[in-house]
């Protein structure tokens, strides 16, 4: 760990020279390094610790950014620095073919779903928690846009770290115990296609799109491989300062050699928990963001719920929902979200799972407030 940090110190202090460089010759052409510092406060209705306290301000994260363009080829990087953990979110070179054509390799944005995220909150949508919002994974992705049509296609030779590994931005398969199951799943040679259309009008913009992701998943332990689909479509408007997202999408994890077909093990934020392995998820947000003489308010509402559809009846319908506001004022931004989960993983105090038998009737309620500077 202490190699890996000296490691990104030298990148830090490379690029920044190199950029400085660059920039005095052409103003126009280097690479831009910024930063982000967050802090969160929590209060959970459902702790009796939390509700003694009046809840918990805690550090969030620290984030390093690398964005710009050398010449021909471009960088886009996001280091992250949790409590007691960190991790890569995205990193990776670009080469534009044409007015027209992008080329991105390494670490970068799975286009499926939504572009961008399925929700407005700090807390992600429904779609997060399964694998299937603000994703990013290891491979070579093609970007065309033309007028109105948008078309990504992209390989992914796997995720971004090792199976083993729950310290991780973004859910992907995990590899190891989960609540007294073994589970030795890989994720490897994933295709994703997603398709844009654009329509424009006074006041506003639609975004209609369908995505279709296919892969792998390698069993570590038999050697032997299953596999895995998912497919959305999705819709994102807004006029004059209303927006509107919808999503629709099925996945479905058919591992090889599973001891229990009905579910499968993934990781992100540092912890593990079991989803159901098939299943529909759907998304309705809303928000309105009005502007101010000092920056903007967004007020939103979020609601998502995944519908299992595995062979075991006992499996539960998992909802969350979350009502906020986003303030922008110059480098700041904070979000503030109250949380409603019932049978959902983070949303919930005895069911960390999505989509599994729920614990209890009941729904749980939280508050969380993140405040994030920008630089």
Same mark, same amino acid.
């Given at each position: 760990m202490k190699n890996l940090n000296l490691y990104l110190i030298a990148a830090w202090i490379f690029l920044a020279l190199t950029t400085s460089a660059v920039q005095a010759e052409e103003p126009q052409n280097g690479i831009d390094v910024g930063g982000t510092v967050r802090v969160n406060y929590?209060?959970?209705?459902?702790?009796?610790?939390? @509700?003694? @306290?009046?809840?918990?301000?805690?550090?969030?994260?620290?984030?390093?950014? *690398?964005?710009?363009?050398?010449g021909e080829w471009g960088l886009a990087s996001e280091y992250r620095f949790y409590d007691g953990w960190q991790a890569l979110r995205y990193g990776y070179g670009f080469y534009?073919?044409?007015?027209?054509?992008?080329?991105?390799? $390494?670490?970068?944005?799975?286009?499926?779903?939504?572009?961008?995220?399925?929700?407005?909150? *700090?807390?992600?949508?429904?779609?997060?928690?399964?694998?299937?919002?603000?994703?990013?994974?290891?491979?070579? @992705?093609?970007?065309?846009?033309? $007028?109105?049509?948008?078309?990504?296609?992209a390989f992914y030779k796997n995720a971004e770290y090792g199976a083993g590994r729950a310290d991780r931005y973004s859910?992907?398969?995990?590899?190891?115990?989960?609540? $007294?199951?073994?589970?030795?799943?890989?994720?490897?040679?994933?295709?994703?296609?997603?398709?844009?259309?654009?329509?424009s009008y006074e006041g506003g913009k639609t975004l209609l799109g369908g995505s279709?992701? %296919?892969?792998?998943?390698?069993?570590?332990?038999?050697?032997?491989?299953?596999?895995?689909?998912?497919?959305?479509?999705?819709l994102d408007a807004t006029y004059n300062g209303w927006g509107?997202?919808?999503?629709?999408?099925?996945?479905?994890?058919?591992?090889?050699?599973?001891?229990?077909?009905?579910?499968?093990?993934?990781?992100?934020?540092?912890?593990?928990?079991?989803?159901?392995?098939?299943?529909?998820? %759907?998304?309705?947000?809303?928000? @309105?963001?009005?502007?101010?003489?000092?920056?903007?308010l967004k007020f939103y509402n979020d609601f998502g719920m995944v519908t299992p559809d595995v062979s075991d009846d006992s499996f539960d319908t998992s909802y969350q929902n979350v009502t906020g506001c986003a303030i922008a004022a110059g480098p700041t931004y904070t979000m503030v979200d109250f949380i409603m989960g019932k049978n959902m993983y983070a949303s919930t105090r005895d069911n960390g799972h999505v989509g599994l038998p729920e614990i209890g009737d009941s729904w749980d309620k939280r508050v969380n407030i993140n405040f994030g500077y920008y630089f």
């Open positions: 929590a209060y959970k209705d459902y702790s009796q610790s939390s @509700k003694d @306290k009046g809840g918990d301000l805690t550090f969030d994260m620290a984030a390093i950014k *690398f964005n710009g363009k050398l534009d073919l044409s007015a027209d054509w992008q080329i991105q390799f $390494g670490v970068n944005q799975v286009p499926f779903g939504n572009p961008g995220f399925i929700s407005n909150s *700090f807390w992600f949508g429904v779609p997060y928690y399964l694998g299937f919002e603000d994703d990013y994974d290891l491979g070579v @992705k093609g970007v065309y846009q033309k $007028g109105a049509w948008g078309t990504e296609m859910p992907d398969l995990y590899s190891g115990i989960v609540n $007294g199951t073994e589970y030795n799943n890989e994720e490897t040679n994933q295709l994703n296609l997603r398709q844009m259309y654009e329509m279709i992701e %296919y892969g792998q998943i390698y069993n570590d332990a038999t050697g032997n491989n299953g596999d895995r689909y998912a497919v959305a479509i999705h509107l997202q919808l999503q629709a999408m099925q996945y479905e994890y058919d591992a090889a050699d599973a001891i229990d077909s009905n579910k499968i093990a993934v990781a992100a934020y540092n912890w593990q928990y079991e989803i159901a392995s098939k299943a529909q998820a %759907y998304s309705v947000n809303i928000a @309105k963001t009005v502007t101010t003489d000092w920056g903007s």
